[in-house]
């Protein structure tokens, strides 16, 4: 294994929850209306500084799809999953994007959105 190289992004970021590991940028949000077991997540155009586990199927609310977990490469925190394959032709627009839990991340949420990862927190612990 090589060494990891850090992309840094500018403007208003989302990063790690744990390290800080710069994640996407704000301008990349494709839906705010997703849900994850641990509570709200955004749907994300790209991501970058995160490393993908095996593809696995998964029945989701709204179908069967494809995904991988992602995982922050600075400190290795499940941060959410990328869908690879959709099997519905409706959810297609969600192949190679990526869904980042907000309990696991920070950012320029905005303040409905902080009360949801707060409340998410108190509920995992």
């Known amino acids: ?56 199927d998964r029945m989701m609310i709204t179908g069967l799809h494809t995904v991988t977990d992602i995982f922050c490469v600075g400190c290795g925190l499940n941060v959410g999953w990328k869908y690879v394959t959709a099997h519905d032709v409706s959810q297609k627009y969600k192949e190679g994007k990526s ?9 320029p949420h905005d303040s409905n959105d902080l009360v949801c990862q707060q409340v998410s927190q108190l509920i995992i612990q």
């Not at 994640?23 to 995160?50: E, P």
């Not at 869904?99 to 950012?107: M, Q, T």
């Open 1 to 56: 294994m090589g060494r990891v190289f850090i992309v840094d992004l500018e403007g208003e970021v989302y990063s790690c929850i744990h390290c800080k590991t710069h994640l996407t940028k704000d301008q990349d949000i494709m839906s705010k209306s997703f849900k994850s077991r641990g509570g709200q997540a955004y749907l994300f155009s790209a991501v970058v500084n995160v490393s993908t586990g095996n593809k696995e």
């Open 99 to 107: 869904v980042l839990e907000l309990y696991k991340i920070v950012g």
